[in-house]
């Protein structure tokens, strides 16, 4: 299933997915999602985690297909419904559901970000609510639930250990991670690599915000020298932030690097048109640090 709507980018808006289990709505990033498909069966896997309902290979690719209902701890799916599959962080994966209800085009402003009774910030599995239509949709951490399937598929901070012994380097860098688990592996993985200057905050628009202040200050050079951004974040997205950095006179020399699960071509391009000095998908923290080191000119 293709989104009909062009998405122009950096407009801090997203296509939301609205989609039904067990009685109540859910939602998704329409840009995760390959297609949706009717329920087909899969073959089990031995020993695999109890929300793996098994794999199937249609068009030659195969797919691990999740019981989201299991993963939710709302019982297992019947054998009907459907497949939404999903392209993130470089993994093919199917979310088994009860049935989809349709497309929402909303600004990134709109949605709330759940409170700690709703989603204790490093457990829980919504990453934001929105309210369409007098009821709330929960949008799902997918990432989140495929790194509690399995860890192997989440940043590898062991990378930045095989990268042997590194200087200290205290250049100034903004992260912009909404994910407060990411936000804390991301700042563990840099300072183990030597940068010890780390400013994060938890959406665009906080480090908007921060960027508007330090340029009003005058202390810009001493605050920030490269930003790292996430694309999904509540409030603003890292699109629009690259947008508002990369179209400023004043702004437009900080290197921006996108790190987010969202990387695919369609992604790439508008990280492109965009301005963005670098794109990486999520797991690649190796990968982040080491193009930190070039965007910066720092030789290790």
Known sequence: MESKILMESGTNELEVLEFM???NSYGINVAKIREIIPYQPVTPVPNAHPSVEGIFMPREVMITAIDLKNCLQRGESEPKGLFIVTNFNELDIAFHVDSVVGIHRVSWTEIIKPDSTVSNSE????TGIIKKNNKLIIILDFEKIVTDINPETGLKIQEIDE???RSRNDTPILIAEDSALLNKLIVESLHRAGYSNLTHTEN??????LICE???EDTLEEHVQCIITDIEMPLMDGHRLTKLVKTDDTLKH???IIFSSLINEEMRRKGVQLGADAQLTKPEIGNLVRTIDEVLGIEQ
């Open 21 to 23: 289990l067990a009685g």
């Open 123 to 126: 457990d829980g599995v919504s």
């Open 163 to 165: 990268m042997g012994v």
């Open 204 to 209: 665009g628009q906080q480090a908007w915000d």
């Open 214 to 216: 330090w340029k009003e």
């Open 254 to 256: 900080i290197p921006i």
